[in-house]
């Protein structure tokens, strides 16, 4: 098992109540959840954060024998009958079947108050973060299909929605723009660059952005700033591995079988669509059930 975030431990969990010996290797137990503040729709459990949640994935798989390798990471692997893991650390070991469950960061703005405000107002998750601005107004940075669509999801919750594109037309498909153009609430402004997060006792309260075709400088009071610039897949130890998009995510079936038999993916690091906690668990134990499935198999 490669990756410690919600898939991994479900894929890791699954596998061990088969019986099978279970390795984790992992940078941390928990992974970008940990980064999470409030978490409301994990089906279940109406109210938890990141650092709790983290917590019960842990405490849970401690209930079997797992084998935790924390604060390594997987430098390159060898394909083959045997698979072949080499780690950070100088070791390496051989497996018949492997799971990916890597996960994928958010691409981040880079400008002054983005990485300070994380969680006090900037969020990078439309369907997780948007129920706590109701009412308010907020920003959408991003004028590609994942930027109109979270405008468009958000415009039904907040006050309002300003969509910030860099460049002089939107990338987005066009059936998306004419629905976001069409919504009264939401304001779309193009060729500006973000420029900083301003924020005011631990909360956002506007952006500043700039005109580039004027240079004008100019500020709008807001409550939240969703950055949707994309989505990055920690998949470069897997290049000329599996089969991966332009993008970087792993292409795999409805069983979570890549390329290579013998390996598997799961989660964000996947082509499977929406990056949720409750489809990243799910996407494990089916990935898990796959490689049992592989191994009586072979």
Known sequence: MIGGGPAGVAAAIYAARKGLKVTMVADRIGGQVKD??????????????????????????????????????????????????????????????????????????????????????????PHCDGPFFKGKDVAVIGGGNSGIEAALDLAGIVKSVTVFEFLPE?????????????????????????????????????IEYQDRETEQVRTQDLAGVFVQIGLVPNSAFLKDVVEMTRFGEVVINEKGETSEPGIFACGDVTTVPYKQIVIAMGEGAKASLAAFEYLLKN
């Open 36 to 125: 999470t503040l409030g978490i409301e729709n994990l089906i279940s459990v109406p109210k938890t954060t990141g650092p709790e949640l983290a917590g019960a994935l842990q405490q849970h798989m401690d209930d079997y024998t797992i084998t935790k390798r924390e604060h390594l990471r997987v430098d390159r692997i060898e394909k083959g009958a045997l698979k072949t893991v080499h780690l950070s650390s100088g070791e390496s070991f051989e497996t018949k079947t492997l799971i990916i469950a890597t996960g994928a960061k958010w691409r981040e703005l880079g400008v002054p108050g983005e990485q300070e405000n994380i969680g006090n107002g900037v969020a990078y998750c």
């Open 170 to 206: 939107l990338k987005a498909d066009q059936v998306l723009v004419k629905q976001a153009e069409a919504r009264d609430n939401i304001t779309i402004l193009k060729n500006v660059a973000t420029r900083q997060i301003i924020a005011d006792n631990g909360k956002v309260t506007a």
